[in-house]
């Protein structure tokens, strides 16, 4: 109980800083400072500045995950390569017109799924409602350079 009064009074404590900005011209220079204005230059302003709160910091947590998110879009659509959360335009800027498509319509919506053969590389990308939901991926193998002996592919010679 003391411990919730505790953490309480700090929320309300912290919550109620605030900073003080100083505007300043200095040589016909105007500068910003959380200091009063020395002697030689003349203040032109004083800006009170509220503290972040917790939502505050929430939010600019929740913003800095956006911008991760959307940087690692940008480099996935670079690399060519397919990501979970991608909409259907998103993956076909990276990889272009799939191979092949599957397509189920279901109660619960529409799910593809959809093939790309990109150089040695197959990538199976399956998609719910217009966004990618799961990108499974495995090498290609060239079967005319495999050696059949008896029936049976030798994998090694691959």
Request: hydrophobic share 35%.
């Amino acid at each position: 109980m003391i411990n919730r009064i505790a953490a309480a009074v700090l929320l309300l404590i912290s919550s109620s800083v605030s900073a003080q900005v100083y505007k300043c011209a200095v040589d016909g220079k105007t500068i910003y400072t959380d200091a009063p204005c020395s002697g030689r230059s003349q203040q032109v302003k004083t800006i009170d500045v509220p503290a972040p709160g917790p939502m505050d910091e929430a939010i600019a947590k929740l913003d800095l995950a956006a911008q991760k998110q959307r940087l690692q879009m940008r480099n996935a659509i670079r690399a060519g390569v397919p990501m979970v959360s991608m909409t259907q335009s998103e993956l076909t800027e990276a990889l272009g017109w799939p191979n092949r498509i599957n397509t189920g319509d279901y109660s619960s919506g529409t799910h593809d799924q959809l093939i790309f053969n990109r150089g040695d590389r197959t990538w199976y990308v399956y998609v719910t409602n217009g966004v990618v939901s799961s990108v499974q991926s495995r090498e290609r193998i060239d079967r005319r350079r495999c050696r059949f002996d008896q029936g049976v592919m030798k994998i090694q010679n691959c």
